[in-house]
């Protein structure tokens, strides 16, 4: 069992900027892959960013060079700061978590107006 809390999203102007923080908690060691994918409407889930343990980090190549993922003060939180926003970054965002299988967030919109 892992439980996510999620915060950030909301609406942001195309080219602003916008954070969104997780933090997991459970039965979970800190060998755990995190990191977040997104769901638009009518659209399958993708990759937005990952982040290893030692800090290897993964990007979709639809955000790559605009957002950055990191891990929080404790080895158990991810953030995600994501620049230069467009509308086609409109999605519902889910925080991740893979150790033997993968766990997802509850998900935290962001909408990007044109």
């Known amino acids: 069992q892992v439980n996510f809390v999620e915060s950030g999203g909301g609406l942001v102007q195309a080219g602003g900027s916008c954070r969104l923080s997780c933090g997991a908690s459970g039965d979970i060691l800190n060998s755990a892959v995190m990191g977040w994918y997104r769901q638009a409407p009518g659209k399958q889930r993708e990759l937005v960013a990952l982040i290893a343990p030692r800090g290897t980090t993964t990007y979709g190549d639809s955000v790559k060079g605009r957002f950055v993922i990191s891990r929080g003060a404790a080895w158990n939180t991810v953030d995600l700061q994501m620049n230069s926003l467009e509308p086609e970054d409109t999605a519902v965002y889910y925080c991740?978590?893979?150790?033997?299988?993968?766990?997802w967030g509850q998900g935290t919109q962001v909408t990007v107006s044109s």
């Open positions: 991740y978590l893979y150790e033997d299988h993968p766990y």
